[in-house]
């Protein structure tokens, strides 16, 4: 099933091996026709991710980069559509030489053949391949047999199969069932493929006997059956893969014992345990933050904000409480009353008007009340919008995404997007520099670099005939694109607000464990020192508050 944490337990082992000094290159493959993830919606499958090259992925990438730490691109996911379309392109342009083109060998062999270019092109030592939806399913059908084909022709110890199953443990009953399991391995061998690595999700950590039944069923050897119950944080399942004597087992079926750093995976356990330590321990401070959300209800639509606050936390020693906002009905009489309890703020990315009006009311109270503020795309726009509005005095100052005739479009269409057609094509998407001015708090918090590297995805941006205007009022445009125009960071000097910024690009895509994303722990710094006024800032964090004396000019 999905959502189950197929991608949780891949990058987890990837990771284990990674550590041991191989190189590991992670796949996702879906099975829905979409090209790639942009046009989905993030309240049904969880937020759109995009990696540096631009590709806009399933939220599972971003737990690879995570949990890898490493840089992902296009090679490291496809979709049945991608392949579809290869095939088809293939056929008009008369690559098939005027056979009959089928799924398999042609649609297997395509799967195949790009497997076998990402090991080739990185040399990686194991590919992990995740294949999406559930055995069974009439989608992915084609990516199980490719798999099965591929182990034929590669040779049995070339491939490790794992089967990701889950045990039931109806309310009622009390106890686990390992049928419903059992049913889904037998489906997986009747299409010619068997485990040697059953992973068995829960709830709650599965006993003796139903492990004792599926690896009875299964033919795989009670060692090689792994409980992944649910647990505090998935930081924590690696480690446990390797007490579990995981790593050993799959570096045994794949003959790679004699490629492993011993140095190198004491170092980066070290490391690890490290961060995990610090995050089960009982955090000292505590702080309270507000997302606002047009898909609050759905934690999977934030997901990589939710993992950029919980690094944060760890490393700050907080609790950080989360919560979510609806701003579709708040009227900016109810903000004073919803806000007042927060210690900080993040308007998160979006499309769309809806609930506009309610973050440009969130946004000016954080800027009145000294509330620590972080926009996020379009965060960071209708932080333009509220103060062209309410500080430079253009009353009518709006996006054109929402209002294409306002007199003030302070937020416009950039100018090479107005003329790309299509829905997904005209996107500003991928890793892009930016440069950042010296002595601003982007700089402090970017550890004093000039040049930044960041994530963008959006289509409008701040119209530059405004930019004077705006700047001559107090706000600073801290980021910008290298070479044109276009504004990527705004602050407002540390000497009127402890923590007000906001970004074109999207931060969360690039925190990852052990190097917390820098917009994040100043906001998180600065809530914790907003929950905690009578604490000294250096006792919070000498390296994440700004110094009051950062103001620019104006
Ligand atoms: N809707 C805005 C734009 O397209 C913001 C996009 C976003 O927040 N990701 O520019």
Known sequence: M????????????AKLLKDKGLKVEPIKMEGYLNIDSGTLNPYRHGEVFVLDDGMETDMDLGTYERMLDQNLGAANFTTSGQIYR??????????????DVQMIPHVTGDVKFNLRKLAMNTQADVVFVEVGGTVGDFENGFYIEALRE??????????????LTYVIEPQALGEQKSKAAQLGLKKLMEAGIQPHLIACRGHNEIEESAMEKIAMFSNVPKR??????????????????????LDREVLTRLGLHDRVNQRNEDTAREEW??????????????????????????????????????????????DLDVQWLDTTEMQPSDVPRKLEDLNGIIVPGGFGKRGTEGKIACIQYCRENALPYLGICLGFQMAVVEYARNVCGLKDAGSTE?????????????????EIEGLGGNMRLGGKDVQVKSDTLAYF????????RERFRHRFEVDPQYIEKIEEQGMVFSGQHPQQPIMQVLELPTKIHPYFIGAQFHPELTGRPLKPQPMFMGLVAAAIQHA???????????????????????
Request: include cysteine.
């Open 224 to 245: 090689r059956c792994f409980s992944m119950h649910d647990r505090k944080s998935i930081y924590t399942i690696p480690e446990s893969m390797r007490e579990a004597g």
């Open 532 to 554: 905690h006024p009578d604490v000294e800032p250096g006792e919070i964090s000498k390296r994440w508050l700004p110094p009051v004396e950062y103001s620019i000019k104006g």
């Open 150 to 163: 591929l182990a034929f022709e590669e040779g049995d110890a070339g491939v490790c199969f794992v089967a």
């Open 445 to 452: 918090l970017y550890n004093n670099q000039n040049m930044i």
């Open 402 to 418: 929402f209002d294409p005739n306002t007199t003030a479009p302070v937020i416009g269409l950039l100018p090479e997007q107005k």
């Open 273 to 318: 345990q490290g961060f995990v330590n610090k995050l089960t321990r009982k955090r000292k401070f505590k702080a309270r933050i507000g997302i606002t959300g047009k898909y609050a209800k759905i934690r999977d639509a934030y997901a990589s904000i939710d993992k950029a606050l919980e690094h944060c936390g760890v490393h700050l020693n907080a």
């Open 2 to 13: 999905s959502g189950l944490g197929k991608g949780i337990f891949s990058s987890s082992l």
């Open 86 to 99: 290869r095939v088809l392109d293939k056929e008009r342009h008369g690559g098939y030489l005027g056979r």
